[in-house]
């Protein structure tokens, strides 16, 4: 295992799961925070953490233009995996030891960031951090977003030691750094096909997230008859399965994977059901249809159930493609890695917008992430870093 | 409204929903139960609680041989409507004023009866004051029962001031009770189909309650394909289609509302969910073989999807058979009202198997129970209590 997940690998750990539980801000939070400044200082690179709350360490002078910036997150999804996140800051402080040990001098300053909060676990919304900085999530709407224990952002700052009214865009910064990228465990089965350890990101879905609301009746599970039932676990379920059947059909994904009940009891028929749809394609047409075939089965089942289906959108993120002269570029580099898409938002997805971005993926033998069970092998980890040293030496040597 | 309902409308009423949440030793199980002390004292008759925490009014001699009973329960599912279980102690005051002012008096004595947490709404098991009384209970087991908060009974009932050591079978009260009458309001919409106001109880379909835990692997619901996810949603949602098609075709109800699903996050594939099935059915064979049926729907569909399925008995209910002679005998005072079965348990269902015991219903124009929106007219309430006083008038008499 790479040293540097090793020294966190207590953090945020469920003992009983074997998973994490690093949301932003939280104690495990700090004590990552507190191990980057120490990976940081121990290079003998000086760190700060922005405004936001993102942290950063420059090899070089981080007011210097034309910066490569590298790195990823360190919170994670509700007992998630060691790697996803972790890796790629990681990764990236190994790769500043093997660029002195190789003797490299940068001609460009090199960063090294953990983005805030990129999993939403928190706060509910995703890449937090990323969109803050880059102008794409409004300061007010973030700090004012909360927990589940009804605590906003901003006070989650404040008793951290932070305070909100430094959040805030940085377009300068933005307007320094030359090339993003960004190192991650793949969250699927594609380089296992590949039989490679180390691929090239190509860009990344469309995806989002909409509420479905099933209104029916609460009625007495014993003595309602059926025909006299406006049942919603039904047309729930309905959903559910027709979701999957139209997702294969489109080519995507799309999960119901979070649910609530009311009143939720074993001999109620259920007043109303919220799911969550997540649901992603590879473009944006094919998204499209898939997710208005989902709707129309939705609401003709509720027509026949007698319950009533509302769906709102809570997050619609568009398809990402990375930069295509650093795809070329990167590529030649490793000498014709295979190359990827993901339907996993990244922090690189928020920046692609503003900064030329490349992803780097590490072969996840299973496919299994955001669970106790995602894993890397140490080669792969190795064979990662080693890819993204070639990847900086050439963007830094120019 | 009668008055006794309108005396306890505020009690354990949730202003958001017009709902009540009357639970089991709770603050409003006790303004009830101080209130039916109330409704005692002003009729002149003696009250007192057993040890089991059921409230008892006795007009004539407690002590004496071949006393009739009547009553039913205070407390409430949650969100429960006005009418489940108040209308048939709140009738049986009524009726004793009505036989006073008939100038009945009485042969044998009568107790009217209020039983303790008839619908588990707080720790988890149906009928716990009948059961304790009848020896149907252990009082070790239903003593250590735990409500949501980790509370156990026995603390419970300390706190509200009642001793847990008291807590013990009856069999000496119960040989002296020659015959029980539970007045309720129907459930279903039977009594609207015969266009009456009251109805005579037949007896009570088997009914059980089945927790399904459905294993899958949690994992990313944007980057793992579907062929390689174990997705317990699917399986949960065939099941639930699966058991709804089931009830259809063998004549009875089965229901799925209540619904745990881990880590229920909503870009997460489930890791585990567990769904609660309630099937009834009108006898005992057709009920085996609907709960067979939906388990292997169930198991069917977990291996294809690669879901584990595991299913445990939660509670089994045998089929209730009223007492054939009682029911002759209050169908000819009353002059042949419909006589219907319930798929709802009731303390009735209890006593019958130590009791003489009938039930009569009144009249439910939209069949909701369970459920805020739970209503009896007026007209029909008091159609009930004069059904039940010609009851009580014929039993009393010999």
Known sequence: MLAGLREISAIGRDPSTGGYRRYAWSAADLALREWFGGAATQRGIAWHADGIGNLWAWWGDELGPGAVVTGSHLDSVPDGGAFDGPLGVVSAFCAVDELRARGVTPARPLGVVAFVEEEGARFGVACVGSRLLTGSLDPDRALGLTDADGVSLAEAMRSAGADP????????????IATYVELHIEQGRGLVEHGAPVGLGTGIWPHGRWRYRFTGEANHAGTTRLGDRCDPMLTYAHTVLSARKRARLA??????????????GSNAIASAIDGWLDARAPDQPSLGHLVAEIERAAFERGRRDRVEVGISVESQTPAVEF?????QRLGSVLGGVPALPTGAGHDAGVLAGHVPTAMLFV??????SHSPAEHAEDADCVAGVLALVDVLADLLAR
Request: charged share 25%.
């Open 323 to 327: 930069d295509a002269g650093l795809r």
């Open 363 to 368: 072969r996840n033998p299973t496919g299994i």
């Open 251 to 264: 080519g995507g994904v799309a999960t119901f994977g979070r649910v609530l009940v009311r009143p939720n």
């Open 165 to 176: 009214a430094e959040v805030r865009p940085d377009p300068a910064l933005l307007a320094r």
